[in-house]
């Protein structure tokens, strides 16, 4: 069977060396910008986008005295050191090949640990078989005590269609938790596409920024965070919303840096001053999905273009988040907007996009 890693920094090799091997999980779709972080913050010696042809895990070969810094990237959710892989079969005799090679590499253990696992493909195993079978290697090499609920170490040992992927998980909480959320909006958006969009948009020190249906305010938190001297700006239609926000900037420590009103996205003019210009123009726009508003959609993202557009500058960016990519598109067309780049992620289990605008 014909291996899924065509990765020349892993496939074939029982263990690894020559710097640390890092596989980072994020969005699916954002792997771009994971690439584009890591190689700002990092010395990198080798890399894989979409690490075994899989969405969301990208692969990092970085300095061993680097490894801390992978913490500081924005744009994942989770890291695991890998310590090796090797090939196995599909059927049930691949647990076997599992355990046997588990057990020949050098798996660095505290007192406790568990496995975890994530599997892709067809098996004639379970997620759990894997785990058992490599857990039992463990036990019997090192002989360490199981610690399902605060393990000292927790063993990532990943199957991927017929390669098992070894590694330590460095993360016991994703990395998108950000900062204790003092208000948590129902359709509140995940930081790291946050960030994702920001960067899309190619915010600058000095830039500002406008997010019209700020919710609980993370890109504009996110933004704070991240970027100096910024002009910073949060409107949402509903004070619960914007009182929130005021609550999520101040446990993220930035409330000093931002703005929250209430106003109408649709009617910008009767918030903003005339002569007030934007640089970027950021969203996540409603759905209609979850409020049943489905009908409403057009008619908010149409009213929300034409009420943005004398507040846009000839070199102003536009960055959108949303399912309906084809209705944004067309109705960005028609107000003379043109769409420069069209993102596909996977945001909360839909097929989403981040849509790129700027006023033609």
Not at 38 to 46: V, Y
Not at 115 to 125: D, Y
Not at 349 to 354: E, F, N, P, S
Request: proline share 4%.
């Amino acid at each position: 069977m014909e291996s899924c890693c065509k990765s020349t920094f892993i496939t074939g090799h029982e263990a690894l060396d020559s710097g640390a091997w890092i596989m980072v999980t994020t969005v699916p779709g954002l792997e771009d910008i994971v690439l584009r972080e890591a190689s700002e913050k990092l010395s990198i010696f080798g890399a894989e986008e979409r690490f075994c042809n899989v969405g969301g895990r990208v692969l990092l070969n970085i300095p061993l005295n680097q490894v801390n810094q992978v913490f500081t990237l924005r744009s994942i959710e989770h890291i695991i050191q890998l310590i090796g892989s090797f090939k196995i079969k599909c059927d049930k005799g691949g647990l076997n090949q599992i355990y046997e090679g588990v057990y020949r590499l050098d798996v660095p253990l505290g007192s406790t640990f568990r496995v975890s696992c994530e599997r892709i493909g067809e098996h004639e195993f379970t997620s759990i078989d894997v785990q058992r079978a490599a857990g039992q290697a463990l036990v019997d090499k090192y002989a360490k005590k199981v610690d399902l609920k605060n393990p000292e170490t927790i063993v990532r040992v990943d199957v991927i269609h017929d390669t098992c992927i070894v590694g330590l998980q460095r993360t016991r909480t994703s990395l998108r938790i950000r900062y204790p959320r003092a208000f948590q909006h129902y359709s509140a958006l995940n930081p790291v596409i946050a960030y994702g969009m920001l960067r899309i948009s190619n915010v600058r020190p000095g830039d500002r920024v406008l997010d019209a249906f700020c919710g609980g305010g993370t890109i504009i938190i996110e933004a704070a965070q991240v970027w100096s001297n910024l002009d910073l700006l949060g409107i949402d239609i509903s004070p619960k919303s914007i009182e929130g926000a005021w609550r999520n900037a101040e446990a993220a420590g930035v409330k000093d840096r931002v703005r929250f009103i209430v106003g109408d996205a649709r009617r910008l003019e009767k918030i903003l001053p005339l002569d007030w210009k934007v640089d970027k123009a950021i969203s996540n726009l409603p759905f209609g999905i979850r409020s049943g508003r489905m009908k409403a959609i057009p008619g908010i993202y149409s009213d929300f273009l034409k009420s943005l557009k004398p507040f846009l500058k000839e070199d102003s960016k536009v960055c959108l988040l949303t399912v309906h990519r084809d209705l944004l598109s067309s109705i960005s067309e028609s107000l003379n907007f043109k769409v420069i780049e069209s993102k596909q992620i996977l945001y909360g289990g839909l097929q989403a996009w981040i849509v790129l605008l700027v006023p033609a």
